[in-house]
């Protein structure tokens, strides 16, 4: 990368700033900081940031409103980071267009991970529908013949099992809760119980993964969604 | 809250119209065996007593003592069904029924306020108790994060590179048991107050939440061969799952730290009638038998006096707060020892109702 990437970090609690930006500086990225919501709205408007780490309780006003005013005009990356106990805020961020999320603690590995996945997915644009194939360990999803094999053997997935995890693949690395997956597979009309998901999501680890309680390519984020491997 | 302040003025008021009501028929029951009259106030004062019981505060209480008396000299006092104060002896009557049920209902609420008392007094003792154990034992990990980072700082052209990092990882592990020792706490504090029947419970799919919890320890103890089993059929269990994470985690801890030498650990979920079973089993040397009826009680203080400085400390905090989530949950905890080798600790928790 020879043009660094520009991530502004939007965190009040000092300790923490530093550490994401010594860790992020460390690791070839440009780094912006804001202490609060209305600098950083400035910032965001000012410099255009490639990707915006948030935290979201902010002094000054709820770091979701800074989503939703963000995501009225631009789809850059942002990674939210909450304390463990809030997973309404978390769906909430995701379902307003956070792209993922990170739990205070977290380790630095995982939130280079996370920062990577990001940035690698708003630079390949995803809204043309997938051609190809998208390949993880042994799984492979060939979105041509719309089949999903597993060491070279088709898994024998239903119409609708194959739609979640080629959805799930096509954001591979990334969380999508609930919510989306049901709508985007079930429609906008379907209640708001996702029992079906789990069901289907079952179904599915039993036909892919060797151990269903210990699996190797969809991993559950209790409460939140899911998420497949990269 | 002034729709629930208005249910329990509802809920009041029906209580009081309901025995009130319950005396009077009792007394026009009594009255077709016998035509006298002396029981009818000593049941209007039972009622009386039942209402200042079970109400709130003293109103319906008194004012249960006054339709009280008016009742008994409108419906069962000659003339019938007619208000007559004015019979030899009856003013004293009614002053000393008055007073004798407005005694009673002041007495009984008073009774009532002081057990509340006593029963705050009571949790506020236990909560100081924990209290104290627990900033007890997060001195000695702070006082040592605080020495290894303060070394490093200050020694910082002393000190080789092995020696930095020997005491930065010192202080990183002593930040990670704060870390797990804060979020028991939370989660105790997460039920704390709610009472049983109201955690806020979600369907999960057990097998999701058995998965997540492996998966976290295989990075943590890559050492340790972590086994994960579920059943064909996918459970489903209401559940808080932020909690029953920690109980997961909890008792994974336990069978890897305190398990002593052990290599592999099984976690297995299993269906027994409208219930799941979720297991711990390590290779492990086992829990002394002594301890074993006790291992639940979170015997905070004998644990931690005997080995500060050591880790093993938070165990008794870990277990008694897996054993209070799973009664919140409705189900049932149990530690064993295994033939041979190592020690199983497992919990119950209720199907959703369209499994059963």
């Keep these: 990368m020879t043009n660094k990437c520009t991530v502004l970090v939007v965190e009040d609690d000092t300790g923490i700033g530093n550490y994401i930006q010594t860790i992020l500086t460390a690791n070839g990225y440009n780094v912006l900081r804001a202490q609060g919501g209305t600098e950083a709205e400035m910032l965001i408007t000012s410099h255009c940031p490639d990707l915006v780490i948030l935290d979201l309780g902010l002094p000054d006003m709820d770091g979701i409103e800074i989503i939703r005013s963000v995501r009225s005009w631009s789809r850059m990356p942002i990674i939210v980071v909450s304390a463990r106990t809030h997973e309404k805020d978390k769906v909430l961020a995701l379902d307003l267009g956070a792209d993922d999320y990170l739990v205070k603690p977290f380790g630095s590995a995982e939130m280079l991970a996370r920062v990577r996945t990001a940035l690698r997915h708003a630079a390949s644009g995803v809204d043309v529908p997938p051609t190809g194939s998208f390949t993880t360990g042994e799984l492979m999803v060939d979105y041509d013949k719309r089949h999903v094999y597993i060491a070279g053997e088709d898994a024998k997935l239903t119409q609708n099992e194959y739609k979640i995890v080629a959805l799930l693949s096509r954001y591979a690395g990334r969380v999508l809760t609930y919510d989306y997956i049901l709508k985007s597979i079930w429609g906008p009309n379907l209640s708001g119980d996702n029992q079906i998901l789990r069901v289907n999501m079952a179904n599915i680890r039993r036909k892919i993964e060797q151990n269903p309680a210990d699996p190797q390519y969809i991993f559950t984020e209790t409460g939140v969604g899911y998420r497949m491997a990269e | ?356």
Excluded at chain 2, 19 to 32: Q, V, W
């Design chain 2, 1 to 356: 809250m002034p729709k629930n302040k208005f249910k329990r003025v509802l809920r009041n008021s029906c209580v009081t119209l309901g025995i009130l009501a319950a005396a009077t028929l009792l007394c026009a029951l009594l009255r077709s065996f016998d035509s006298g009259s002396d029981y009818v106030s000593m049941i209007f004062i039972l009622g009386v007593f039942l209402v200042a019981r079970f109400t709130d505060g003293y109103l319906y209480g008194i004012v249960s003592s006054i339709a009280g008396v008016l009742l008994v000299n409108f419906v069962f006092t000659y003339p019938y069904f007619e208000f007559d104060f004015t019979l030899a002896g009856y003013p004293l009557t009614i002053l000393c029924m008055l007073s004798v049920s407005l005694a009673t209902s002041a007495t009984m609420t008073q009774a009532k306020q002081s057990e509340r008392i006593r029963i705050e007094a009571e949790r506020e003792k236990t909560r100081s108790n924990l209290l104290r154990a627990v900033s007890h034992d997060l001195r000695t990990p702070l006082t040592s994060i605080l020495g290894a980072t303060s070394a490093v700082i200050e020694n910082d052209d002393r000190l080789t590179s092995q020696q930095r990092i020997e005491l930065l990882t010192g202080a990183q592990e002593d930040a990670q048991w704060l870390i797990r020792m804060v979020e028991n706490l939370l989660a105790v504090t997460r039920i704390d107050g709610r009472g049983t029947a109201q955690i806020a419970k979600t369907c999960e799919a057990a097998e999701e939440i058995v998965a997540n919890t492996v998966a976290k320890f295989k990075k943590r103890f890559p050492e340790v061969r972590f086994v994960a089993r579920a059943p064909q059929e996918l459970l489903i269990v209401p559940m808080d799952a932020v909690l029953i994470q920690q109980v997961l985690a909890n008792l994974l801890e336990n069978a890897v730290v305190h398990g002593g030498s052990t290599t592999r650990v099984e976690i297995s979920l299993r269906r027994e009638g409208n219930k799941a079973v979720f297991e711990v089993q390590d290779d492990g040397n086992g829990i002394d038998p002594d301890r074993l009826p006790h291992i639940f009680d979170g015997s905070l203080s004998s644990d931690t006096e005997g080995k500060a400085g050591d880790h093993k400390r938070n165990m008794g905090i870990g277990l008694s707060v897996c054993s209070t989530i799973i009664r919140a949950h409705g189900g049932e905890l149990h530690a064993r020892n295994l033939e041979g080798r190592g020690a199983a600790f497992s919990f119950t928790l209720k199907l959703a109702e369209e499994q059963t």
